[in-house]
């Protein structure tokens, strides 16, 4: 069973071991944590993901879109990674939706701890050849 305290083990030994990990993400006029986003690549993961996950009080605010954009500045500026994927349900409407505003295809299918899911991904080229490390920059 993964506990809270498991959870918060994994994501600090993420960053330690890897070098990155994922963020807490802060609406910031009030300073409300409303999710966290950033990169994910366990050991057996079927590559370097960009994950996200909000509160349900704030979706469909582009907190997500927001957040995953400037992750991708990050892991494709600053990382030099040349390629992301990030691993969807194929009935979460919603999270294959950011995927595509991020500029994410579906690039194939594979079977994660049992559950069938969507590989969307992304190569550095292409997120550069179409304007990606300026979007979403306005909001920072
Ligand atoms: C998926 C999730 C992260 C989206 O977060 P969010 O902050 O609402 O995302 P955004 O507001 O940036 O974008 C959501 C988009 O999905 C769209 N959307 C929401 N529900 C949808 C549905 N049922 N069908 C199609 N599109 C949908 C929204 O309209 C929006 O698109 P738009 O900007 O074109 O209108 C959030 O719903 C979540 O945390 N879900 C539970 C955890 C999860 O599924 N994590 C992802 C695992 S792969």
Not at 68 to 75: F, H, I, K, S, Y
Request: hydrophobic content about 45%; glycine content about 14%.
């Amino acid at each position: 069973m993964v506990t809270l305290e498991t959870d918060r083990l994994l994501l600090r030994g993420h960053w330690q071991l890897r070098g990155y990990g994922l963020f807490a993400v802060e609406e910031r006029r009030l300073g409300l944590l409303v999710g966290r986003v950033g990169l994910f690549n366990p050991e057996g993961w079927p590559g370097l993901e960009v994950g996200w996950l909000t509160a349900r009080p704030c979706w469909g605010r582009g907190y997500a879109t927001e957040a995953a954009q400037a992750v991708l500045r990050w892991a494709f500026l600053d990382l030099k990674h040349p390629h992301l994927i990030s691993l969807i349900r194929p009935a979460n409407a919603a999270s294959i939706r950011v995927a595509e505003k991020l500029g994410e295809r579906l690039q194939g299918r594979t079977v994660l701890q049992g559950n069938e899911v969507l590989v969307y991904g992304l190569g550095r080229d292409d997120w550069l050849a179409s304007g990606g490390s300026s979007a979403g920059q306005e909001a920072n």
